[in-house]
């Protein structure tokens, strides 16, 4: 709602501004907008990480051969144009010209190539994101302005993968000479050109007024880690910074920006998603009766409105509204705690079962909701204790080696929003996320919508896994959490990205 | 005072022990430390924790082997041990920067908060103690007593918080965060010195009654001395030592609060490094982020050791 009466204010003043003075509104204004990032990536480099931090700064250095905006929607962006050929095999795309990286050089084929040989060679085996793209075979040239993607199977998702992340493209003399040094000194073919990098402290950037897609508005772009919320949001009130990019503002600190005449806060549902996920290998939630019961006992509805003050909405399976394959018909179970006793019952569950839940630590949110979900599931005659772990620990041992108790909390960023980059990771056997199940028919409906280029198709088979999970009760799906900006009001024309994914060359700033 | 060899000879002993007694500080402590902190998680899992999509064994062993991860420990720390001595720490796990330019940038912005905020402490916890000992019972003693109380119970976050409350968001005066100008200092540093002063300066006092009941200070009074020189020339000096040794102690401590400080307020120093080395499972920077803390501590104790004998000519290398 926010957003769109910006969006009229924007247009309003644009209509006044156009009247008044449309001549002298220079092409490139002066003017300078810090953001704080609640991460430093410590790296640039686009095959490095899988950091929020890095694409919400990186977005405005790197361009990809795609581009997906706020509204989710992909367009060009280094590539003109493309299409798929040998049944979607392999994706020809015709490249942008006149394009030059901010080193001088130019963007053609070589660099394309170059930048996936990287991704797929030696280079890209030392980090993560290479395993994004392994659809790709390889990139041919076909003349200065024309590659082909030889894919190993037809892949759906590659045209947002290809606007992500990994995929942005990167000078070919330049990362040659540079080495190790690329890390630090970025350089790309977007909006904004790297000008210092200060490790734990900032990155400074400057507007690139030769961009292929227009000069940016705004001169200097700085961007602060900041990861301590109340320090964000105290420079923000202090005016020091224009921007916050979440995830940074907890939902109870929504008031305090609010409260600010010069600050507002700008919410729009985003690509993260919890739930608590069932042990369905030991214990009692090996039954699906007891997992239908637990999740019948609570009443996510409630926890929505009250505990996240609306911040965030229902989800019934494991993956938000905007997704791919998110299907608005399918019913969850109703909150019945009647009907959960009687299943409870039917199981042969006594009276005060234990039931260990595990959390994050750090979550906020999080820490509130599942005293909420005790309760909730007393209320039903179980006896459930909650485990917090740092962070750290949970996702990168407790649930890979599947040490967790009957429940444990899974978030999930789902940038690609699309259901097969969750369900892929969260169902199907031997994937980390995915330390209990092994299901052969739910290996095979992910298996057979990877290689379907068909979008209807495609999308009726990630509606049937997202059916087939909620029958199975595979977890407690809870709630999709919204993107929360806090932006001062002197910069304008800001629209929020729903993957935190901020381009910002069309901000201007009083 | 003449120079024996003797004297020498007491000296590189001294010395000798004392940077045997460090590498022993240094090995027992990153041995545990780089123990532990494997078995609670694995920093090829948190590259792609990110929410990237997709991660199968194939993917981490991948990493790992980049890494060098999959090795078995005793060599990974034996890796480490070779870069001490060979001054080559090696790369982060998070970025590849050099670990020795992360430790280069970060290390001189702790030791700054850390010497400011202890001369902070220092500078009011020594009048106000010995303003309390003096004044003994009365109303200035009791503030005194209060105001130890009061800064002892507040935690560090909350008294940080209030403070940029107060002097960023209410009075505009001072930046909520950040390292730079002189101002940015006076918040980070207040919060410490505060919460240091408020045990120092019990100490003070307790130090202070102790020595003003002593006779040198009724003979220095009946020389008709002024108070002031009879507190802070006699007075002062004989309850150094006690005081010195407290303060080194502190020292150490303190390091541990700064963790929290640096993170309140955004200062790029070795808290700030060992906080985020932690939470990405990025060994080669905590290993090392530990080993300059233990070596500045055990450096801080050399200092208390010299400072003794500064105070104190009687125990001077005895």
């Not at chain 2, 020595?211 to 007075?235: D, F, I, P």
């Amino acid at each position: 709602m926010k957003i769109i009466r910006r969006g009229i204010l924007a247009g309003l003043t644009a209509v006044a501004l156009g009247g008044v003075s449309f001549a002298t509104v220079p092409a490139y204004a002066e003017g300078t907008v810090t953001v704080s990032v609640p991460q430093d990536p410590a790296s640039w480099d686009p095959i490095d990480t899988f950091l929020v931090a890095w694409a919400a700064v990186a977005t405005n250095i790197y361009d990809g051969l795609t581009y997906r905006g706020p509204d989710m929607e992909i367009v060009p962006g280094l590539a003109e144009s493309w299409e798929e050929l040998d049944d979607g095999k392999r994706i020809r795309f015709k490249l942008r010209q006149n394009v030059k990286f901010h080193n001088g050089e130019e963007f053609n084929a070589e660099a394309v190539k170059f930048t996936f040989d990287r991704l797929l060679g030696d280079e890209g085996a030392k980090g993560p994101q290479r395993s994004n793209y392994t659809s790709i075979e390889s990139v041919e040239i076909i003349d200065p302005f024309t590659v082909d993607f030889k894919l190993n199977a037809p892949d759906p998702v590659l045209l947002t993968k290809l606007a992500g992340y990994g995929a942005m493209i990167v000078p070919p003399k330049y990362v040659q000479e540079q080495g190790e040094a690329f890390n630090l000194n970025p350089v790309g073919t977007g909006a904004f050109k790297f000008v210092s990098y200060n490790p734990k402290v900032d990155i400074k950037l400057e507007a690139n007024p030769d961009y292929w897609g227009g000069a940016p508005k705004i001169s200097e772009l700085n961007y602060r880690f900041i990861s301590e919320p109340s320090t964000a949001v105290a420079e923000l009130q202090a005016g020091r910074i224009d921007i916050v990019v979440p995830p940074t503002i907890p939902i109870a600190m929504i008031p305090v920006i609010e409260g600010a005449s010069n600050l507002e806060v700008v919410s729009v549902p985003g690509p993260t998603v919890d739930a608590l996920r069932f042990n369905t290998r030991d214990g009692i939630t090996t039954d699906l009766k007891v997992r239908q019961a637990i999740i019948m006992s609570v009443d996510r509805a409630t926890i929505v409105e009250a505990i996240l003050a609306g911040q965030a909405s229902e989800i019934v399976s494991f993956q938000s509204a905007l997704s791919f394959g998110h299907d608005p018909e399918l019913q969850g179970l109703p909150y019945d705690p009647e009907g959960a006793k009687k299943l409870l019952a039917e199981a042969g569950i006594p009276q005060g079962a234990p039931l260990q839940i595990d959390i994050r630590s750090n979550d906020a949110s999080m820490n509130e909701v599942a005293q909420v979900i005790v309760s909730y599931l007393q209320a039903v005659g179980l006896n459930p204790t909650i485990k917090p772990y740092e962070t750290s620990t949970l996702i990168s041992d407790i649930i890979p080696q599947g040490k967790t108790g009957a429940m444990f909390q899974q978030k999930w960023g789902g940038w690609t929003f699309d259901y097969d980059n969750t369900a892929y990771a969260m169902y199907h056997t031997g994937e980390q996320w995915n330390p209990y199940g092994n299901d052969p028919e739910l290996d095979r409906l992910l298996e057979s919508q990877r290689p379907l280029t068909d979008r209807n198709e495609r999308e009726k088979v990630l509606k049937e896994i997202g059916k087939y999970v909620a029958d199975q009760a595979l977890e407690l799906p809870l709630y999709n959490t919204n993107a929360i900006y806090g932006v001062s009001k002197r910069v304008k024309n800001f629209v929020a990205a729903p993957d935190n994914r901020l381009k910002l060359n069309e901000i201007t700033v009083e | 005072m003449r120079r024996s060899p003797l004297r020498g000879r007491i000296v590189a002993t001294y010395l000798f022990k004392r940077i045997l007694q460090a590498i022993f500080v240094v090995i027992v402590i990153t041995l545990f430390v780089s123990y532990a902190v494997r078995l609670t998680g694995d920093p090829a899992v948190m590259m792609f924790a990110g929410g990237g999509g997709s991660m199968s064994e194939a993917d981490l062993e991948r990493v790992r082997a980049a890494l060098g991860t999959d090795k078995p420990f005793y060599l990974q720390y034996f890796e480490f041990l070779k870069g001490l001595v060979t001054f080559d720490l090696g790369r982060s796990f998070a970025g590849g920067a050099p670990v020795s330019g992360l430790i280069a940038a970060a290390a001189p912005s702790t030791l700054k908060l850390a010497f400011v905020s202890m001369l902070v402490s220092i500078v009011m916890s020594i009048p106000l103690g010995i303003w309390a000992a003096v004044s003994r019972g009365k109303a200035a003693d009791q503030m005194i007593r209060i105001f130890s109380l009061v800064g002892v119970s507040f935690p560090n976050f909350w008294l940080a918080t209030m403070l940029v409350l107060l002097f960023s968001i209410a009075l505009g005066l001072l930046p909520p965060s950040g390292m730079g100008s002189f101002e940015s200092y006076i918040m980070p540093t207040l919060t410490m010195g505060i919460i240091l002063t408020a045990t120092n300066v019990r100490l003070v006092r307790t130090a202070m009654l102790e020595t003003l009941q002593s006779q040198y200070v009724m003979v220095a009074r009946a020389k008709g001395l002024s108070e002031s020189k009879v507190l802070y020339k006699h007075a002062l000096r004989n309850c150094a030592i006690p005081l010195i040794t407290y303060f080194g102690l502190q020292f150490g401590g303190m390091l541990g609060g700064l963790v929290v400080i640096e993170k309140v307020f955004s200062w790029p120093g070795l808290g700030t490094l060992a906080f985020d080395a932690v939470n990405a499972r990025d060994y080669p920077v905590l290993q090392a982020v530990i080993t300059v803390l233990a070596l500045l501590i055990v450096a801080v104790n050399l200092i208390v050791d010299i400072a003794y004998g500064l105070v104190d000519p009687r125990i001077r290398l005895e």
